[in-house]
């Protein structure tokens, strides 16, 4: 089983920053991609707008709405993957949900594992 778990959500105010953390643990063989996901209030789970991945290699891709104000980093050693968020709006109000394809033994096929969320709520 694999375990990811979301920290550093809350409320700010627009204009404001916030950072995002996850870490992925249990029986983890390896990880290509993790990122980050939200869900914005009314919108149904099908409708999660990607945020930030980044793959095992380095390569890093942005949803257009939030380019140039949240930076994605990972930490490969750690098993965790953090979201730099600046420039907050409110409409990036949202569940934040961390991901992490990972596999739990070399003959095994990758999954998309997901953490519970965090809010984050960005007042006007």
């Known amino acids: 089983q694999v375990q990811v778990v979301e920290s550093g959500g809350g409320l700010v105010q627009s204009g404001g920053s916030l950072r995002l953390s996850c870490a992925a643990s249990?029986?983890?063989?390896?990880?290509?991609?993790m990122g980050w996901y939200r869900q914005a209030p009314g919108m149904q789970r099908e409708q999660r707008e990607l945020?930030?991945?980044?793959?095992?290699?380095?390569?890093?891709n942005y949803a257009a709405s939030v380019k140039g104000r949240f930076t994605i980093s990972r930490d490969n050693a750690k098993n965790a993957v953090y979201l730099q968020m600046n420039s907050l709006k409110p409409e990036d109000t949202a569940v934040y949900y961390c991901?992490?394809?990972?596999?739990?033994?070399?003959?095994?096929?990758?999954?998309?594992?997901w953490g519970q969320g965090t809010q984050v709520t960005v007042s006007s």
């Open positions: 249990g029986s983890i063989f390896s990880i290509n991609n």
């Open positions: 991901t992490a394809v990972a596999r739990t033994d070399y003959r095994g096929g990758y999954y998309n594992y």
């Open positions: 945020v930030a991945v980044t793959t095992s290699d380095g390569r890093i």
